[in-house]
């Protein structure tokens, strides 16, 4: 066990620090620290594989935040069968095809789409003939 470190199997602990500047346009940055810890050894993983784990993690978290946020999946009351895979997997199909296309936000880029069916054949690439 790693002195210091109150994780039985732990081997390596790291400290990750995010600097973020707030969307609202301020200029003020804000910081961030957070803390993983490790049962693979040093050789088993370095320092840069573990911030590579990390960011794929973040990549992940980021498309279950979109899901939640503006698919609102965890009010959904559709709970049984193959119902909620089948709405995760319609959310994930429609953020892979509006974010490549250009829209600042899946939210926006959704209402868009929304307003007229023929939008989202164009985003396709479909002609409506």
Not at 26 to 55: C, D, E, F, M
Request: glycine share 8%; hydrophobic share 40%; net charge positive.
């Amino acid at each position: 066990m790693a002195a210091g470190i109150a994780f039985p199997h732990a081997a390596q602990a790291i400290q990750i620090r995010r600097r973020r500047k707030p969307l609202s346009g301020t200029k003020t940055w804000s910081t961030q620290t957070s803390y993983a810890v490790t049962s693979l050894a040093a050789h088993q993983a370095a320092p840069a594989q573990l911030a590579g784990w990390i960011r794929g993690h973040w990549g992940i978290e980021a498309l279950h935040h979109i899901r939640d946020v503006t698919f609102g999946e965890d009010a959904s009351q559709i709970r049984t069968g193959n119902g909620p895979q089948v709405m995760a997997t319609l959310h994930n199909l429609a953020t892979g095809i509006l974010k490549p296309s250009g829209h600042p936000s899946i939210a926006a880029a959704s209402r868009y789409h929304a307003r007229d069916a023929t939008r989202v054949l164009a985003t396709l690439g479909i002609s409506p003939t």
